[in-house]
């Protein structure tokens, strides 16, 4: 899985009930929406979303102002854990 590392750390900010903020990341906009999307597509969070567009359908926006993690991300989590 790619950026597994950031994965977990958003996963686990999420769990705080904090928001993820990419300030805190060491990711360029792009990266930040791949984690996002990689969040989304295995199902690990809801409420998280990502906005593309433009030339080349770069990353513009990434929200995870509601997002709530899945029975499918604690488990993740706890798996990680280990």
Do not use: C
Request: net charge negative; hydrophobic share 35%; no cysteine.
């Amino acid at each position: 899985m790619a950026h597994e590392k950031y994965i977990v750390q958003v996963l686990k900010t999420i769990d705080e009930g904090k928001v993820p903020s990419k300030e805190n990341y060491d990711l360029t906009q792009e990266q930040w929406g791949e984690v996002a999307e990689t969040i989304i597509e295995t199902n690990l969070a809801e409420g998280v979303s990502v906005s593309r567009g433009g030339q080349g359908n770069r990353v513009h926006i990434v929200w995870y102002e509601n997002a709530t993690l899945t029975n499918t991300g604690r488990v993740f989590l706890e798996q990680y854990n280990k």
